[in-house]
């Protein structure tokens, strides 16, 4: 591959990076800023509070799948990557400055929700446009191996994300965390959200999407629950292909570091130590399994381990022309747009 399809790959999946690093933030200072918003009581109730409101963020993903998948199919993959990470600079910004309840009440609560119904909204839409930008932005033979960098940035992610929790728990007192350095890392992502937010300003539209424009395709029914209906049991068929990886994957990912400091009694520098190796190992895994599944096909490579956390062959098989484990083509929205230029899509399956 060229250094114009790499700039491809970075500039298409970087969002990722700031977008799960601002998801994962929350997770990981959850245990520090727990006690800011919600009046003094059991700690444990507290930090259920909080563990609540993250929670909320993820019935907003698939929603945010669908209308920023909407924008992709009808503005651009542009339009919709610059949206979602506007969205995620925005919620960031939000959970940055929202003030505490001993200022504001439950005010400050409720600040907290609305940056995580934005920050649901975008991440689910991020996840969707850049897995359809990776995918029309590469050769066939590549697509496994570009689209794991989709799971690679997200990883890095969160691993600068704990690597920032460590970093500040070597260099505050426990007092400072508590009262005001967990603040930092949602500067930090809000920054992160305006340099990815430059750079997908000068990125150009895939080649693919381009086509159908001139081609005059009739875009009125693209990115719709109809036009979803009518490959439904692809699309379900996607679902219980990930679901059970994507409870793993937040299993060891999110709650792993809260059981070992809470339950386990680890410290909790040892506990993010052990989860910040445990990413490292998944990252450099991913290209591994990608270009595993160029040379011997998304279903060959899936199989195995369906109950393992979501990898890129699984989302090349959704995302290229390759033929559904059932024999019949897959027709997945991503899928389309990359086998059959007429009718591309980006709402996710």
């Not at 999946?13 to 200072?29: I, P, Q």
């Not at 507290?46 to 799948?65: E, Y």
């Not at 060891?252 to 059981?259: D, G, Q, V, W």
């Amino acid at each position: 591959m060229g250094r114009e399809h790499w700039k491809k790959i970075w500039v298409g999946s970087a969002g990722n990076m700031v977008e799960w690093f601002d998801w994962f933030v929350y997770a990981s200072f959850a245990t520090y800023f727990a006690g800011a918003f919600f009046p003094e009581g059991n700690d444990t109730a507290k930090l259920m509070n909080t563990a609540g409101i993250f929670a909320v963020g993820f019935f907003m993903r698939p929603v945010g799948g669908w209308l920023l998948g909407r924008v992709g199919d009808r503005r651009g993959r542009k339009a919709a990557l610059t949206l979602t990470v506007t969205l995620m600079s925005a919620s960031a910004v939000l959970i940055a400055v929202a003030p505490t309840y001993a200022v504001a009440g439950y005010g400050g609560a409720a600040i907290l929700l609305v940056a995580r119904l934005l920050q649901g909204l975008s991440v689910g839409g991020e996840y969707a446009a850049s897995a359809t930008y990776l995918t029309e932005a590469s050769a066939p033979e590549h697509r496994g191996f570009a689209s794991s960098f989709q799971y690679v940035l997200m990883t890095a992610g969160r691993v600068l994300g704990l690597g920032l929790l460590l970093l500040l728990q070597q260099t505050l007192s426990d007092a400072a965390l508590h009262s005001w350095g967990w603040r930092i890392p949602f500067v930090v992502g809000a920054l992160g959200a305006a340099v990815v937010f430059y750079l997908r300003r000068t990125m150009l539209e895939t080649e693919v999407y381009e086509e159908s424009a001139g081609d005059g395709v009739e875009r009125g029914q693209q990115g719709t629950l109809r036009a979803l209906w009518a490959h439904r049991r692809e699309a379900f068929l996607v679902v219980a292909l990930t679901m059970g990886g994507t409870v793993a994957y937040y299993t060891y990912t999110t709650y792993l570091t809260k059981y070992l400091s809470n339950s386990a009694g680890l410290p909790k520098q040892t506990a993010t130590l052990v989860s910040f190796c445990a990413l490292i190992v998944f990252a450099c895994l991913q290209p591994l399994a990608g270009r595993l599944s160029d040379r011997i096909g998304r279903r060959p490579s899936s199989s195995p381990s369906r109950s393992a956390p979501p990898s890129s062959p699984c989302r090349s098989w959704r995302c290229s022309g390759t033929r559904a484990p059932s024999g019949r083509p897959s027709a997945s929205p991503s899928s389309r747009s990359s086998s059959s230029p007429a009718t591309p899509r980006s709402t996710p399956a």
